[in-house]
């Protein structure tokens, strides 16, 4: 089973739609998550970072977080074409591992108009 | 937020060859900094994990006298691919995090390399 896994996509949605991207992960023990958004040859840009259960909100984005479940989500309202991307969750172990990040193999969403 | 620069951005080299890239954190102090692979169409691969003026951590399966890791300040970290070959072509990218009073990581831009 592999540490961080994503939902395979790739997934395509209208302008305007709400795009849904999930994240599965196994440490129990993991306390910070991380959605990053990577355009085609640039380094990742991190979108949103979530710690606590429940829902994080910030502009078009909300990040969702259930530890119980081990299940992270991130969904974009109102996509834009400019969204279109390949979306990497990214988790951090917890202890002492020094912000070591463990991530999954991306999900390419596009925005079609 | 933080800021985390890479050089060169491109680098074209013959088999053979070694490469040094550099990595720095321009704004803050960084106590550790991480090298990551990306082959086209995959995820980020973590190489090693270094720390300012200890020997870097490798990940398993990566060769440590083939990618030498010097993290000899706390604003400089720098890979060195040995004797390149066109395998080794890829996108390096580094991480840095310490003092910027973030808990996330600040990605440098990426070095692409290519090995004729």
């Known amino acids: 089973q592999k540490e961080v896994e994503q939902n395979s996509g790739p997934l395509s949605v209208p302008e305007g739609a709400i795009a849904s991207l999930n994240c599965t992960y196994s440490d129990r023990g993991s306390q910070s998550f991380f959605w990053y958004r990577q355009y085609s040859g640039k380094s990742p840009e991190l979108i949103m970072s979530?710690?606590?259960?429940g829902d994080k909100e910030d502009g078009r984005f909300t990040a969702q977080l259930n530890k119980a479940s081990q299940y992270v989500s991130l969904l974009i309202r109102d996509s834009q074409p400019s969204d279109s991307a390949t979306y990497l969750c990214?988790?951090?172990?917890?202890?002492?591992?020094?912000?070591?990040?463990?991530f999954g193999q991306g999900t390419i969403l596009t925005v079609h108009p | 937020g933080a800021v985390v620069s890479q050089h060169p951005s491109r680098v074209i080299c013959k088999s053979g060859t070694s490469v040094k890239i550099e990595c720095r954190s321009l704004?803050?102090?960084?106590?550790?900094m991480f090298w990551y692979r990306q082959f086209p169409k995959q995820s980020l691969m973590l190489m090693a994990t270094s720390n300012e003026g200890s020997k870097a951590t490798y990940e398993q399966g990566v060769e440590k006298d083939k990618f030498l890791i010097n993290h000899a300040s706390l604003t400089l970290s720098t890979l060195t691919v040995t004797s390149a070959h066109p395998e080794d072509s890829s996108f390096y990218i580094c991480?840095?995090?310490?003092?910027?009073?973030?808990?996330?990581?600040?990605f440098g831009p990426g070095t692409r390399l290519t090995v004729l």
């Open positions: 979530i710690y606590s259960n």
């Open positions: 991480s840095a995090y310490g003092t910027s009073g973030s808990n996330e990581q600040f």
């Open positions: 990214a988790v951090k172990a917890g202890g002492t591992s020094y912000g070591k990040l463990t």
């Open positions: 704004d803050f102090q960084a106590t550790t």
